[in-house]
């Protein structure tokens, strides 16, 4: 079965283009090492919640919207080999490199997929 990554951040609503800009320049990596799909969604039905919910699990800022995205790898075989080929990659080696989000606040993980239909 596949294996998928899956990414919550906040995003500020004036870096919108420039998050997709990092986010084309990034899933481009994920599908060069072996993703076979990688999708980008941009929150607009995300509600706060009392006790928990995507705002808040990434501080949610009033000027911010919520992110989600996740890559589908073909196992966890390949995708473990493909963050470490990727980690080589020039992109991730600039440290100056600036996010168009804080990274701090973004809530990532791998998940097994254990049913898809």
């Not at 994920?30 to 941009?42: D, L, M, N, P």
């Not at 009033?62 to 196992?75: K, M, Q």
């Not at 990727?86 to 993980?109: A, H, N, S, T, V």
């Amino acid at each position: 079965m596949a294996y998928i990554d899956g990414f919550v951040a906040a995003v500020p609503n004036a870096n919108k283009d420039a998050f997709l800009k990092h986010a084309r320049e990034i899933d481009a990596l994920f599908i060069k090492h072996g993703a076979t799909k990688v999708v980008e969604c941009w929150g607009d039905d995300v509600p706060d919640g009392v006790l928990t919910s995507f705002p808040m699990a990434v501080k949610k800022a009033p000027d911010e919207s919520v992110v989600f995205s996740w890559v589908t790898w073909p196992s966890k075989t390949v995708r473990d080999g493909a963050w470490k080929a990727m980690m080589e990659e020039p992109i991730m080696q600039d440290g100056g490199r600036q996010l168009p989000f804080d990274g701090k606040r973004m809530i990532y993980g791998g998940f097994e997929v254990i049913l898809e239909l």
